[in-house]
């Protein structure tokens, strides 16, 4: 049974930082490009990043490029977003999914999905 399960989450300040942590289970972790996603509230879920089976490159949106980071461990089965400088407009379910497809950057290619972790930055 494919599982990923998402924590880390939380309310912090504008400013702050968080480490969000995906673990998975059921698929060939290790061959599986790895994302990040979030939902705002009201609106539709966004792509925040992305990194490579391999963890060679990582990808970002441009609202996130230099505040966030990516990473994987293979051996443990993991994926990680540090997020840093967090804004309230950061405030979001975030999601972490696994494709073995090679847009990295579109929901569609995405074969599995989390449950979601809640982060709320307030100002």
């Known amino acids: 049974q494919v599982q990923l399960v998402e924590s880390g989450g939380g309310l912090v300040q504008a400013g702050d930082s968080l480490r969000l942590s995906c673990a998975a289970s059921?698929?060939?972790?290790?061959?599986?490009?790895m994302g990040w996603f979030r939902q705002p509230p009201g609106r539709e879920r966004e792509w925040v990043a992305a990194?490579?089976?391999?963890?060679?490159?990582?990808y970002f949106a441009n609202s996130v490029t230099g505040r966030f980071t990516i990473s994987r461990d293979n051996g443990e089965n993991t994926v990680s977003l540090q997020m840093n400088s967090l804004k309230p407009e950061d405030t979001a379910v975030y999601y972490c999914?696994?494709?073995?497809?090679?847009?990295?950057?579109?929901?569609?290619?995405?074969?599995?999905w989390g449950q979601g972790t809640q982060v709320t930055v307030s100002s």
């Open positions: 999914a696994a494709t073995y497809g090679s847009q990295l950057d579109n929901f569609d290619e995405y074969n599995y």
């Open positions: 059921g698929f060939s972790f290790s061959n599986y490009n």
């Open positions: 990194i490579t089976w391999s963890g060679t490159s990582s």
